[in-house]
């Protein structure tokens, strides 16, 4: 294996943008700036909340139009790793607007979907521009971590049900 | 670790089976119906043992099936092998790249309004 992250389910991009390493980095922390790229064209998305330090919390809204009519998606996670313009990684799970994670077979996707992706975004400079290499992994559901508790916290929780 | 291996053999011969113009034609032929290696081969301008060398890679890959009762050996398709090329993450790809396009529109845009702006000072 390559990489404790898992080197099979992962996509990794790699761009350089012509602009200072210091504009990439608030790309991805600056909840204004994140709004204005990361959702797709005609989205709107409040960031309800953006803690950008380790084990602070993110939770954001993509808000789309759909011909059925306006649907909301909320997207919960955890800053894991925060080296300012060096290394930013975070988790991401599909929640309600309170922050509880849904699993994605509850919200319609194919299954094999993992309930919470990791992204790492790293930042090099080049001169004036940047490096910037994105990989957005799987977190296998029996892995340590905070899934692993929540998992964990719901087993017993069931367990706890079933003994009263 | 030897999983891994295997999958990647596998996910290989897919990449390779599917690398080929004529297979991909006899894979979207056998989409529609499943088809013998004669109805397979008239469309090309291909001899029958060359046509069965491809359908031969397409079986290697675990993307043909063939009849064994049959009198004709029909071959059928199987898509699961092409399942294992699109996982959750590679769908994922190009939501990326449109966003990181976005990003890099917005960057432009930000870049021709500090212009402006330094032009105003």
Known sequence: ?164 | MTTTVDNENRLSETFAALANPTRRAILAHLARDEATVNELAAPFELTLPAISKHIKALERAGLVTRGHLAQYRPCALDASPLAEVATWAEQYRPVWEARFDRMDDYLGRLRSQRVTEGHDD
């Open chain 1, 1 to 164: 294996m390559i990489d404790s992250g898992g080197s099979q389910d992962a996509v990794r991009i790699e761009r350089t943008f012509d602009a200072p390493v210091d504009l990439i980095w608030q790309m991805w922390t600056d909840p204004e700036h994140f709004a204005a790229w990361y959702g797709p064209a005609g989205a709107t998305m409040p960031v309800a909340e953006m803690d950008v330090r380790v084990g602070g919390t993110r939770l954001v809204c993509i808000k789309v139009t759909t011909p059925n009519g306006p649907m909301q998606m909320w997207f919960t996670g955890e800053y894991r790793e925060v080296i300012a313009n060096k290394r930013l990684v975070y988790t991401e799970s599909m929640s309600n607007e309170n922050g509880d994670i849904i699993a994605p077979s509850d919200m319609g996707m194919p299954s094999g979907h993992p309930t919470t992706t990791e992204v790492r975004v790293e930042l090099e400079v080049l001169g004036g521009r940047t490096k910037m290499v994105m990989t957005h992994i799987g977190i296998p559901a029996d892995s340590p971590g905070a899934v692993g508790w929540a998992m964990a916290i719901d087993k017993l929780a069931a367990h706890i049900d079933t003994q009263r």
